[in-house]
């Protein structure tokens, strides 16, 4: 099975994934994870991703597909895989495919989370990460149980770089220009699924994934 996980930055996407993850147990990629590990690496491909990183611009379409193919080629990804982050262009929708077809899978879902924006800026600036199992918190919505640690394995948490009020605006600029265009690609495919995660109704990232499990027991 190969779930899509759309969605501006802050809607979710990540734990949202780790609870499918859990509840699927099938692999989850996160492309964002991918490319914070090479950019804390001290080499020239390092520092070239850390640039676009820290600027809150996408990684180049070429070097992206080919490190998310290097990631789709390993073994625990046989049994099916949750993408977090990719595709976010046309360029790479279209790859994606392309890979897939080679061994005969497809997209089965892409599950697109929207939230109001001043619940994503909110979210972004008191989120953290656990610098060892990348875990994410909340400050305010989702605390670990003793402050600046993580409760599945003890790491330190910490503030990404680029979750800033401005690098954040600039995230969903780039995110509605390069990666909305994707809601119509994948819906014209009839595979699109919509879920509004937002404090309004209660439905956070928990719900969205019942809501997900709920329609690939019903669907697929
Ligand atoms: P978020 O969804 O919160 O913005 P991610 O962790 O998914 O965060 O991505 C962080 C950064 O990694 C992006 O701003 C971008 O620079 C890079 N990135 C992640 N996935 C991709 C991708 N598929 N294509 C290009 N760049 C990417
Ligand atoms: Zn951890």
């Given at each position: 099975m190969v779930i899509i996980m759309l969605g501006a930055p802050g809607t979710g996407k990540g734990t949202v994934s780790a609870i499918l993850k859990e509840k699927l147990e099938i692999?989850?990629?996160?492309?964002?994870d991918i490319f914070?590990?090479?950019s804390s690496e001290d080499s020239e491909l390092g520092r070239e991703i850390n640039s676009y990183l820290q600027q809150g611009k996408l990684v180049p379409d070429e070097l992206t597909i080919k490190m998310i193919k290097?990631?789709?080629?390993?073994?625990?990804?046989?049994?099916?895989?949750?993408?977090?982050?990719?595709?976010?262009?046309?360029?790479?929708?279209?790859?994606?495919?392309?890979?897939?077809?080679?061994?005969?899978k497809?997209?089965?879902?892409?599950?697109?989370?929207?939230s109001p924006k001043q619940e994503i800026l909110d979210r972004i600036v008191t989120r953290r990460i656990c610098q060892d199992c990348k875990a994410v918190y909340n400050t305010k919505l989702n605390k670990?149980?003793?402050?600046?640690?993580?409760?599945?394995c003890g790491g330190k948490l910490y503030q990404r770089d680029d979750d800033?009020?401005?690098?954040?605006?600039?995230?969903?600029?780039?995110?509605?220009?390069?990666?909305k265009p994707l809601e119509e690609y994948y819906n014209k495919k009839g595979n699109l699924f919509e879920i509004e995660v937002t404090e309004k109704t209660g439905t956070m990232a928990k719900e969205a994934a019942e809501k997900v499990i709920s329609k690939i027991n019903s669907e697929l």
């Open positions: 692999a989850h990629v996160s492309s964002g914070r590990k090479y290097e990631r789709l080629n390993e073994k625990d990804v046989e049994k099916g895989v949750i993408l977090d982050g990719f595709p976010r262009t046309e360029a790479q929708a279209v790859a994606l495919d392309k890979m897939l077809s080679e061994t005969g497809k997209v089965d879902l892409v599950v697109d989370l929207d670990p149980k003793v402050e600046g640690i993580c409760d599945k800033t009020i401005e690098k954040v605006e600039t995230r969903i600029e780039v995110y509605k220009k390069e990666t």
